[in-house]
């Protein structure tokens, strides 16, 4: 029977996460209470009862596993037991993913020896770079009949193949059995593609990154529940290094944690978990809530209900008229005067119509910007520009929540990228007159001190000077394409001082570079674009948040796409040739292409600046927002009528229905789909108006953005509230 086991039901707001770090407290501050019972007879129990309370190394990470949904939550629980706890103990927060990948490469050395794999430190894969490598490496066996077949382009058929890897993995399904799965799955509801094709591409895929020493995300949670969990010596490791576990917002985990959490807690650990009961942020990306679920029902485990909000919100307010309108399709309800509904006839309308509410409620100081959030089901570019530029006309900022925006949309980065292609030879193909002109802009950047002694940014080369630069002084060539003196332009006169200067600069820097006292560092091109970070956006000069944001993972990016291609050379012999000018520029194309294609995001570590948070308008997508746990005074829930309130969108993978470990390979039909829509709205519904505190507004165009009419799940509410 395992004892000590927490089990904490509980809606947004209701503080579950609070109750989680009280229990983590009392655990520690009761450390020879709660130690378990396998330790009492050792010997030196004695010595470590009166070291607990100051160090809690002493089996392992503080001895505690501490586990949250993810990395934005991870760190808000991290900060809350610090805070609550003085810093009196040393806390190491996870995501289960990160758990995996840490465990994995901690005991490599065990898996290396039960699979009989070649002695080498493995290599993580991102996700854009397994992408790249898998389509190289299926490219052979994907025919353009096949992609005639599945009706969609590569990239997407690739990425789909990867998803249910990984969805696979999540549920603790072998690569070899998910042929299995969607045989079974896929009987009404096709594929258009051979069930046994996509698993066989799927094994040779990860035997092949086996062999590399490369992990993926898949290939990580794979090893780590099918070889390294069920391991002996890992487990008598496993279970010396923790006594408890502290997981919060088990309803986003994926299934194979609780295989986890079931050999700690039948091994004496305690445990406290907390459940939102209309959570499932992640149910569609590798969540199985209702798997997780199960834990609950330990003999011996107490289950505590936290069903009352711990904060004002709207929720007990307006969640049952809400569900009656748009669930029970009860016409005859009607909503209190909280919330307020902005209709107009095109989306256009709609999103100035909301700004000016926003701004009026801003300037007459009813409410602050940090007190307000635009959700919506999916954000545009349109919507996104509008609400910048608008409100940022007004001085009022918005903070886009995990903007996840393409890094080559950064002109800093394409400006980077453009001096790659003048200093290594061969990367003629990749520039043009406009790339040029654009870097010229970008590099010549400095800070200038207005009369209020207010900074900003300014270019010595503006865009019609660069322009003529370009014109007249770069020479494109396939191999070897550069830039002349500005004195080849016949009137370089016109282009005045301060911008003749810049150029000289900028021209000075690249022959520099190009020397053949260069040439040993260009062996390295991360080291070049570290050198252009710091010559041309860091020396004397103070970058903003959002610009170091994008240089840091542009260098983390090109570091390990090096480390990747390093690799892959070792391990086919090609180190005689691993650094020749040839391989160097070929690599380097290869990774400005792969930037071209926008699969990489400025997502750095860490993704939050230090100190406290801006002064800004949130906007987020419903997803975002929920995963996040945001809380406002203020919500404007934009698009009302659009139907994907009540569809999954970019936060459901394909084939996440097949892998949910109590329906296994069981088919997803029309009626399974209609119940979870409605199950998906009114989670949403629940846990949105658990984050709202005064009032909500209900913005609704009748037309959407391509023109047709708008007449989604969520509809009703607009005829049931004032304007």
Not at 465 to 493: M, V
Request: glycine letters at 6%; hydrophobic letters at 40%; charged letters at 20%.
């Amino acid at each position: 029977m395992v004892k000590d086991c927490f089990w904490i039901f509980g809606t947004s707001g209701s503080g579950k996460t609070s109750r989680l770090v009280d229990q983590f407290c009392h655990w520690v501050e009761n450390a020879d209470l709660s130690y378990p019972k396998r330790y009492h007879n050792q010997q030196n129990f004695a010595n470590v009862k009166s070291s607990v309370k100051t160090s809690r190394l002493h089996y392992g990470e503080s001895g505690i596993l501490l586990l949250a949904a993810n990395d934005d939550n991870r760190r808000e629980l991290v900060d809350k037991i610090l805070y609550k706890t003085a810093g009196k103990y040393p806390i190491r927060g996870k995501t289960p993913l990160g758990f995996f990948q840490d465990e994995v490469i901690l005991f490599w050395p065990l898996l290396v020896e039960s699979l009989g794999l070649k002695a080498q430190f493995p290599v993580r894969l991102r996700p854009e770079t397994e992408q790249e490598l898998a389509t190289k490496f299926w490219r052979s066996r994907l025919d353009t009949e096949i992609l005639r077949c599945v009706s969609m382009s590569e990239y997407r058929l690739v990425r789909r193949m990867l998803d249910l890897w990984q969805l696979a993995a999540y549920s603790g399904t072998p690569c070899t059995e998910i042929s299995g799965v969607l045989a079974n799955a896929l009987v009404d509801y096709s594929f258009n593609i051979d069930p046994q094709f996509v698993g066989s591409l799927l094994l040779s895929w990860r035997n092949w990154c086996l062999g590399k020493g490369l992990l993926t995300y898949s290939l990580i949670t794979e090893l780590y529940d099918q070889y390294l969990l069920p391991n002996g010596g890992y487990q008598e490791r496993l279970k010396n290094r923790y006594w408890a576990i502290v997981a919060d917002d088990v309803d986003d985990y994926p299934a194979i944690t609780k295989d986890l959490f079931d050999f700690l807690l039948n091994n004496d650990a305690v445990g406290a978990f907390s459940y939102n009961c209309h959570g499932a942020v992640r149910l569609g990306l590798g969540a199985d809530p209702e798997y997780l679920q199960t834990l609950s029902e330990y003999e011996g485990c107490q289950i505590e209900h936290l069903m009352i909000p711990s904060r004002e919100s709207l929720r007990l307010e307006l969640t049952r008229p809400m569900i009656d309108l748009v669930i029970n399709n009860n016409v005859l309800a009607s909503l209190p005067s909280c919330v307020k509904s902005i209709q107009t006839i095109s989306r256009s309308q709609l999103l100035r119509k909301t700004t000016d509410i926003i701004i009026d409620g801003v300037k007459s100081g009813q409410v602050s910007p940090e007190e307000i959030a635009i959700i919506a089901p999916g954000l545009d570019a349109i919507a996104r520009y509008t609400f910048l530029e608008i409100l940022g006309k007004q001085k009022i900022d918005v903070h886009s929540l995990n903007e996840q925006l393409p890094l080559i949309s950064s002109p800093v980065v394409r400006g980077l990228l453009t001096l790659l292609t003048l200093i290594y030879p061969g990367l003629g193909r990749l520039v043009n007159r406009d790339d040029v002109a654009q870097m010229l802009v970008i590099l010549s950047q400095e800070k200038i001190q207005d009369e209020d002694e207010q900074e900003f940014s300014a270019s010595s080369i503006d865009p019609v000077r660069a322009g003529l630069i370009a014109d007249h002084c770069f020479i494109p060539h396939p191999e070897n394409p550069h830039l002349l003196p500005l004195k080849t332009f016949e009137r370089w006169d016109r282009i005045g001082y301060a911008a003749s200067k810049a150029y000289q600069d900028i021209l000075g820097w690249i022959e520099k570079h190009k020397s053949p006292d260069q040439k040993r560092l260009l062996l390295t091109p991360v080291f070049l674009i570290y050198e252009g970070m710091q010559k041309f956006f860091c020396e004397d000069k103070n970058p903003s948040y959002q610009t170091l944001s994008v240089l840091r993972e542009l260098l983390e990016s090109s570091q390990h796409y090096w480390e990747i291609d390093t690799r892959l050379k070792q391990t086919d012999h090609q180190l005689i040739s691993l650094h020749t000018p040839q391989t160097i520029s070929k690599t380097i194309g290869e990774f400005i292409q792969l930037l071209q294609q926008g699969t990489i995001t400025a997502n750095p570590y860490p993704l939050r600046p230090i100190g406290n948070g801006r002064k800004a308008i949130t906007l987020a997508t419903i997803f975002q927002y929920r995963a996040n746990k945001k809380q406002h005074r203020w919500h404007f829930w934009l698009d009302i009528g659009s139907p994907l309130w009540g569809q999954g969108g970019s936060a459901t993978l394909y084939g996440a229905n097949f892998f949910l470990r109590h329906r296994l390979g069981v088919p997803w039909t029309a009626e399974n789909e209609e119940l979870a829509q409605t199950h998906r709205i009114e989670r949403i519904i629940h846990d949105l108006l658990s984050r709202v505190d005064e009032k909500l507004f209900l913005c609704h165009s009748e037309l959407a953005v391509n023109g047709q009419e708008q007449i989604g799940p969520l509809s009703p509410l607009i005829y049931a509230c004032e304007e």
